[in-house]
């Protein structure tokens, strides 16, 4: 497993951007798929990006899709999740994800990841 560790979560108003960071240590980063999940009060925990281990394959969840931007640089360890156009209903706490992969492959599953960090919450004010 590697250690995660999200950053970059706060309160925005609606409109705004914010850009969230997963750095890992332990092992070598570009083994890993690397998913983005969030979670609201009262809602199940759902991916809305996800990278795979070299970064030439992504995923984008419907809500998401052309507001929010999913990177890596395995040289930093580091992946990250760029938000524009932030709404309040992005609200949520969110987490990364990772799993390391034979294949070049990205990950939507919450079961198919075996390391998480501690996640970072993300308020939008209407």
């Known amino acids: 497993q590697v250690q995660l560790v999200e950053s970059g979560g706060g309160l925005v108003q609606a409109g705004g951007s914010l850009r969230l960071s997963c750095a890992a240590s332990g092992r070598p980063f570009s083994s890993y798929a690397v998913g983005w999940f969030r979670q609201a009060p009262g809602k199940e925990r759902d991916c809305v990006a996800a990278i795979s281990r070299s970064g030439g394959r992504t995923y984008y969840a419907d809500s998401v899709k052309g507001r929010f931007t999913i990177s890596r640089d395995n040289a930093k360890n580091t992946v990250y999740l760029q938000m524009n156009s932030l709404k309040p209903e992005d609200t949520a706490v969110y987490y990364c994800?990772?799993?390391?992969?034979?294949?070049?492959?990205?990950?939507?599953?919450?079961?198919?990841?075996?390391?998480w960090g501690q996640g970072t919450q993300v308020t939008v004010s209407s």
């Open positions: 994800a990772a799993s390391a992969t034979r294949w070049d492959v990205v990950l939507t599953n919450t079961p198919a990841y075996d390391s």
